[in-house]
Each structure stands twice: as C-alpha cells, then as structure tokens.
C-alpha cells in the first residue's frame, strides 16, 4: 500500500470485523466501492489506480470475502457492513459517491433506507447488478428459459465443487460465464485470480441467498442520483436487469450499456466505470463542498 493508503477495521452491528482500506489523500473527496459475489477488494484495482491521487477511495472485502472471516449470510448484514464501512471511513456527515458492483450493488440497494446511507450517500453507481430474478433469467447456460434451466443454473452456480488452480480450462470457463467474448487475457487471469482466490464456502453460501434475492422494494427507496451500467454480453446478470433497475430507480440519470462486455465491467471497461464516477463527485460531492 502506498505512504497515502491506510487499513481500517469497521465492527459490524452483529460484532463482525469487516476489512476496509482508504487509498489516497485526508480530505479528499470520498468515493466508497463495495465489490461482488466471490471477489474482494483487488477487484477494484483500477479504479484505485485512477482515483486515488484526488480522491480518498474506500474499499472493503464483504464478509467471508478477502480479508473479512464468514460470519452470516444475508441482505441485511450487507447493510450492516456498509454503515459499518461508512462510519469507519467518513466524517459524521460526509457526502461520497458510492459504487457496488454486481452483490456490492445489492448491498446499496439493501441499504437505501438506511439512516446512514441517507447521511452519506451524495450519488450511487450500480454496475452489473439485479434486485430480483437473478437465476431464472440467467444466461449462463444456453437452454431455453423455464424451470429446468433455472434448476440446474441453481445448481451449477451453487455447486460445491472447489474450483481449484486457474488453469487455461478454468479461465475459459470462468470468461464464458463472467466476461465479455473480446475481453483481453490479462483481464481475464485478473479475474480468475480473485475469483478463484475466493473460499468454496463463501463462495456456496452466498451463491444460496444470491438465488432467493428479491431487493425490488429497495430499489423504490434508492433516493439518491444514479447511474447504471452493464454489458450488453452479460450472462450471470443480463441487460434486462439494468433495464428493469433503470426504469424503478426514483433518480436515474442514465442507464449506460457498455457495448460487447460481460459481468465484470469494471475490469473489463475500467475507464467507462471511472469517468461516470468522477462525474458523479464533480456534480454531487464537489460542487456541494463549494457551496457549503
């Protein structure tokens, strides 16, 4: 970590350390980044490459993920560790921009009618995320949609098989059901590295409530501007639910579809997900800060 990066512990409502790091300089403004299912704080490797020299970004591993023990599984604990994060991280008062990807989206959404979400969060990005549905209308396996795809798309993402080394099998895989068609191998071997580096049981456990997530009621309270983003080749959450996101959310400003990418869009379009980012702090963190 650099001489202007920090690691923090936030103690969750139920007593749960949560492992939180802070890159960049004090009094920066903030931009907060929850990561998704089975990933950890390295997933957002470069957005704190681009952000961190004017920014203080925020990044933690959700529980059972990284750095962060197991221990519980559920919407609302996500909740719970963010205002944990939040607190641990922010000035009482402190506006930031706030981006979840994929279950770290969900955890906004679970969220939204949070005293501290309210406190804290000046804009919202969601990338690669759904509220509900998210195994009947998976793509991940080439079957016609109805019940016998949603069973066995149940039963492979929740599989209990370990998923081993990162092999040349195991990231063809893993980009067929995760990444875009023309996304580039480094990305790729970035991906399964974190992936891979995730613990089966977390892996399993989350994957069981992932199947049952119903957070449209969420979304409805979701008060704050945001911003949605996909990938147009998405398989694990396809466009239709960035669609669906964008038309309930009370506040969109824009649903922006990233032509040919996957799930991880923001490893696979970092410089897309960065620039909506930094336009969200120049309009509702900075412009704020001036006024006051």
Request: charged residues 20%; aromatic residues 2%; contains cysteine.
């Amino acid at each position: 970590m650099s001489a202007e990066s920090r690691m923090l512990t936030a103690v969750s409502a139920d007593g749960s350390p949560i492992h939180v790091e802070v890159h960049g300089p004090d009094g920066a403004p903030a931009v907060v980044l929850a990561h998704g299912w089975s990933c950890s704080t390295h997933f957002w490797a470069a957005q704190v490459r681009e952000l961190a020299a004017g920014h203080r970004v925020v990044v933690y591993d959700q529980r059972g993920h990284g750095r962060t023990a197991p221990a519980g599984v559920g919407t609302d604990l996500l909740a719970d560790d963010l205002e944990a994060v939040l607190a641990a991280a922010l000035a009482p008062d402190e506006k930031a921009v706030l981006v979840g990807h994929s279950m770290g989206g969900m955890t906004l959404m679970a969220a939204s009618r949070r005293a501290a979400f309210a406190r804290h969060a000046a804009a919202v990005v969601l990338c690669s995320t759904g509220s509900s549905r998210l195994i009947d209308e998976s793509l991940v396996l080439p079957m016609r949609p109805g019940r016998l795809r949603t069973r066995i798309t149940r039963a492979v993402l929740g599989a209990r098989a370990p998923l081993g080394p990162v092999t040349p099998l195991s990231r063809r895989i893993l980009k067929y059901a995760t990444m875009g068609p023309g996304s580039a191998p480094e990305r790729v071997a970035e991906c399964a590295r974190i992936v891979h580096a995730c613990p089966r049981a977390t892996r399993v456990a989350w994957a069981q409530m992932l199947a049952g997530l119903d957070l449209d009621a969420g979304v409805r309270e979701l008060r704050v501007p945001t911003i949605v983003m996909a990938g147009t080749a998405d398989r694990l959450t396809p466009i239709v639910h960035a669609r669906r996101l964008a038309a309930a959310l009370p506040r969109c400003l824009e649903l922006v579809e990233l032509a040919g990418a996957g799930h991880m869009t923001p490893v696979e379009a970092p410089e897309a997900v960065t620039a909506k980012i930094l336009e969200l702090v120049g309009t509702y963190v900075n412009a704020k800060e001036e006024a006051a």
